[in-house]
């Protein structure tokens, strides 16, 4: 039997704002690709600010089943953040999150684990959208913009540095995530720049990304604050490295 409880091989975050909705559906997909694998794992729920019932249902999987870990903040911490305090909470020595929409599919991860135990000590997806339309290209186009940008600032190996799926081995990100200044989306790109930066071996895998429909589920991501966020973002990140690099 996998000893799931106390020596995991793996941890999986999931990050968690208002997710009543899709949580234990996730959750249950997740665990489904996860036992058809050689691994041993562990699930943090990594929930803060929710205000729907999200931490009850988080509260509810944790009994449930052993392998499901459920940390909970009143206070809204950030995704970055939230994924920083599932990572310094884990027990794997991998540990990665994937947002809970799961707009990454769930059957890319062992793919991502996989590389970490073959060498890289950093492996994020590169997202090639699966389902285009008018309205989704406002999510698109800026996203693009910004990962060409992002490569033209930083020539890093990592191309879209701020998708939502990442793995790392841990004992390389732990000393990096002091090194990160962003709580927020921008957590994700700084983490992929710097890391570059302090020498970890880094891979992107390619993996479709789908716009998934929920009745209820709302995105927090605000696209156009978003953008003038990431744009003033990066070029202080810029400026950083300069001075720090
Ligand atoms: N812990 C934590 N998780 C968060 C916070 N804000 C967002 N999240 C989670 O971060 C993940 C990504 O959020 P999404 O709303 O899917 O953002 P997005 O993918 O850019 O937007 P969509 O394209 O609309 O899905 C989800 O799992 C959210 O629940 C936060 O403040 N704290
Ligand atoms: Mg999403």
Redesign the pocket.
């Known amino acids: 039997m996998k000893s799931e409880v106390y020596n995991p091989e793996v941890s999986i975050i999931l990050p968690c704002l208002n997710e009543a909705e899709i949580l234990e559906d996730s959750v249950n997909q997740i665990k489904k690709v996860m036992d058809k694998t050689k691994y041993s794992y562990e699930i943090i729920i990594s929930e803060d600010g929710s205000t729907d019932g999200t931490d009850k249902i988080a509260d509810k999987l944790s009994k449930k089943y052993k392998n499901v870990i459920h940390l909970h903040s009143d206070k809204r911490l950030g995704r970055g953040k939230g994924v920083e305090k599932g990572i310094k909470a884990s027990k794997g020595q991998v540990v990665g999150f994937i947002?809970a929409?799961l707009?990454t599919s769930p059957e890319d991860i062992p793919k991502l684990i996989d590389e970490i135990f073959k060498g890289y000590d950093f492996v994020t997806i590169r997202r090639y959208y699966f389902k285009k339309g008018i309205g989704y290209c406002f999510r698109v186009i800026p996203s693009i913009s910004f990962m060409f940008l992002t490569k033209l600032f930083f020539w890093n190996p990592v191309y879209d540095t701020a998708a939502?799926c990442k793995f790392f081995k841990k004992d390389k990100i732990l000393p990096i995530l002091d090194k990160i200044k962003d709580n927020h989306w921008f957590w994700d790109t700084e983490i992929c720049i710097i890391s570059y930066k302090e020498g970890l071996k880094m891979k992107e895998i390619p993996s479709i990304f789908y716009k998934r429909e929920f009745e209820e589920r709302k995105s927090k991501a605000k696209v156009f604050e978003s953008s003038i966020d990431y744009l003033v973002k990066l070029i202080k990140l810029k400026i950083r490295i300069l001075r720090e690099y």
Request: charged share 50%.
């Open positions: 947002d929409d707009q939502g």
